[in-house]
């Protein structure tokens, strides 16, 4: 089945530096990819839909400016967080579906337990 | 808009209990409805789906019926296993394009006692 591949899947920062994440479709290509966030005992927050070639829409609530999204081919996304502070620590996940076809469902990655201290 | 409602959790069982997470829905048209589960600190993994009414999903011994008229998609299993234990979200996606995300409910966290 389609796999979609995350890393990494842990990462401890220290505050103010920056942090990227890599989200990859490896057997499929995604034009569209969506980012999470999930607080703790929560549901997923979508941040951002990631558009291939293009520029990435950003929820309502979401800097843009922090949360740095590159969509440079239709097998990898990647989420910056810039200037990282310990209120960005959280679990952060990313999904993507098969462009190639019609109502599938969406497949995951491991997802990111993000640090800052 | 579109919406999930899942039922609150915790839900706490003793193994080879039972199990019923209800999920109910809005949507206009007619969508397709997902069961997802997170184990404790992975990703999300496609439990099962149904794409129209009357259609039955299953894996794992989970099954979920896709039921119009209720607008629901329960998931439902006759023995739970401690390795049952996690979190799971019901999803509908009112799309067949893949470049929308899917309606996420809020999640529910099960545990199954030894």
Redesign the interface.
């Known amino acids: 089945g389609a796999v979609v591949s995350?890393h990494p899947s842990r990462v401890i920062c220290k505050s103010g530096t920056s942090v990227k994440i890599e989200c990859r479709s490896l057997d499929f290509q995604?034009?569209?990819m969506?980012w999470y966030r999930q607080f703790p005992?929560?549901?997923?927050m979508?941040m951002a839909?990631s558009n291939e070639g293009s520029k990435a829409t950003y929820e309502q609530g979401v800097e843009k400016d922090k949360f740095l999204i590159n969509h440079a081919s239709l097998t990898l996304s990647t989420l910056t967080v810039t200037s990282a502070h310990p209120e960005d620590s959280s679990f952060y996940?990313c999904?993507a579906?098969?462009?190639g076809?019609?109502?599938?469902?969406?497949?995951?990655?491991?997802?990111t337990?993000l640090t800052v201290v | 808009g579109d919406s999930v409602t899942q039922m609150e959790g915790p839900v706490t069982l003793s193994e080879e209990a039972c199990l019923t997470i209800n999920c109910t829905y809005t949507a206009t048209g007619y969508p397709?409805l997902?069961w997802?589960v997170q184990y404790p600190?992975?990703?999300?993994?496609?439990l099962l789906?149904a794409?129209k009414a009357d259609d039955k999903g299953s894996n794992k011994g989970f099954e979920a019926t896709y039921r119009k008229e209720t607008t629901s998609f329960h998931l439902e299993k006759g023995s739970v296993q401690v390795s049952d234990s996690a979190v799971y979200?019901c999803?509908l996606?009112d799309r067949?394009?893949?470049?929308y995300?899917?309606i996420?409910?809020?999640?529910t966290?099960l545990i199954i006692k030894p």
């Open positions: 995350q995604a034009t569209t969506f005992k929560q549901s997923l979508l839909t996940i999904s579906r098969d462009s076809r019609v109502g599938t469902e969406a497949f995951f990655g491991q997802g337990r | 397709s997902f997802y600190g992975e990703g999300l993994q496609l789906k794409t979200f999803a996606s067949p394009d893949s470049n995300q899917l996420w409910g809020a999640g966290k």
